[in-house]
C-alpha cells in the first residue's frame, strides 16, 4: 500500500489478556519503529528494526511487551496479561533509511487505540 | 539526555494571522529537529526537518520553521494561518548517539478560528 497499515485500530482488552497488533510499514522501508503514545502525551519509544533484525528495544516497559518483524516486513507488538497502565494508542511508523544513514523522517501509520478495562 | 519541550498547550490564533508554536529541545551532539502534525484519530505527519545548512527551513503546507542554535529553539511559523492547520503538533529530535530514537514534545493544541 501507499502507507503504513496498523490493525486493529480499536482493540478492547480486558485485563490479563493477550494482544496483539499488526503493522505493514511501506514498501522496501529498511527502518521499523514502535511507539507508545499516552492520552495527551507525545509518542514514546518502544522498539526498533532494521530489516529483521531487533537492533533496540530499551523503550519496551516491561517483559510484557514483545515485538518480532520475522521476514523484515510486517511486525507485531504483542502485548501480554495486559494491564489498565497498557491503554494507549501503539503508532508503526517506517523509513527507508537505517542507522547510520542519511537523516530520514518517519512516516506513521493510523495507529491502534488499546483500552484494557 | 535528550529531551523536547513544548512550553504551550494551547496556541490560538485567528485565521490569516501568523502563527508560532514553540519548540526548545536539549540533545548531545548535533541537533536533528522535526516537526509532525497530528489529525484527530489519524497518525502523525511529517511536516519539515532541521539535519543541516539554512537555519530557516521551509516544509509543507506553507510551514517553516526556524532552528537557533544560541537558544536551542526550533520554532514552527506560518505567515498566514488556514482553519484547516487546526492539529495537534509535536516538535521532535533525534538522538545524537543513537539514531534510533527520535524524542518528542507533549504537543501543542492550535486553534485557528475563522
Known amino acids: 500500500g501507499a502507507g503504513v497499515s496498523q490493525s486493529p485500530r480499536y482493540k478492547v482488552a480486558k485485563r490479563g489478556q493477550d494482544v496483539a497488533l499488526r503493522c505493514d510499514p511501506i514498501?522496501?522501508?529498511?527502518?521499523l519503529f514502535w511507539y507508545q503514545q499516552a492520552l495527551g502525551q507525545g509518542p514514546e519509544f518502544l522498539t526498533y528494526f532494521q530489516n529483521e533484525a531487533q537492533l533496540d528495544k530499551s523503550g519496551l516497559p516491561s517483559d510484557r511487551f514483545f515485538a518480532e518483524r520475522p521476514e523484515g516486513s510486517v511486525s507485531t507488538l504483542k502485548i501480554q496479561r495486559t494491564q489498565q497502565e497498557d491503554s494507549a494508542v501503539y503508532l508503526c511508523a517506517s523509513s527507508l533509511v537505517f542507522s547510520g544513514g542519511p537523516i530520514g523522517e518517519l512516516f506513521f501509520g493510523e495507529g491502534s487505540r488499546l483500552t484494557v478495562l | 539526555a535528550q529531551s523536547v519541550a513544548q512550553p504551550e498547550d494551547q496556541v490560538n490564533v485567528a485565521e490569516g494571522n501568523p502563527l508560532t508554536v514553540k519548540c526548545t529541545y536539549s540533545?548531545?551532539?548535533?541537533?536533528?529537529l522535526f516537526w509532525y502534525v497530528q489529525y484527530p484519530n489519524r497518525g502523525l505527519q511529517f511536516l519539515l526537518k532541521y539535519i543541516t545548512g539554512d537555519n530557516l527551513v521551509k516544509g509543507s503546507y506553507g510551514f517553516e520553521a526556524e532552528f537557533n542554535k544560541s537558544q536551542t529553539s526550533f520554532h514552527l511559523k506560518k505567515p498566514s494561518a488556514l482553519v484547516s492547520d487546526s492539529a495537534l503538533y509535536f516538535c521532535?529530535?533525534?538522538?545524537?548517539?543513537?539514531?534510533?530514537?527520535?524524542?518528542f514534545g507533549s504537543g501543542t493544541k492550535l486553534n485557528v478560528k475563522p
Open positions: 521532535a529530535v533525534r538522538d545524537g548517539n543513537n539514531f534510533n530514537k527520535f524524542y
Open positions: 540533545v548531545s551532539g548535533n541537533p536533528y
Open positions: 514498501s522496501g522501508h529498511v527502518s
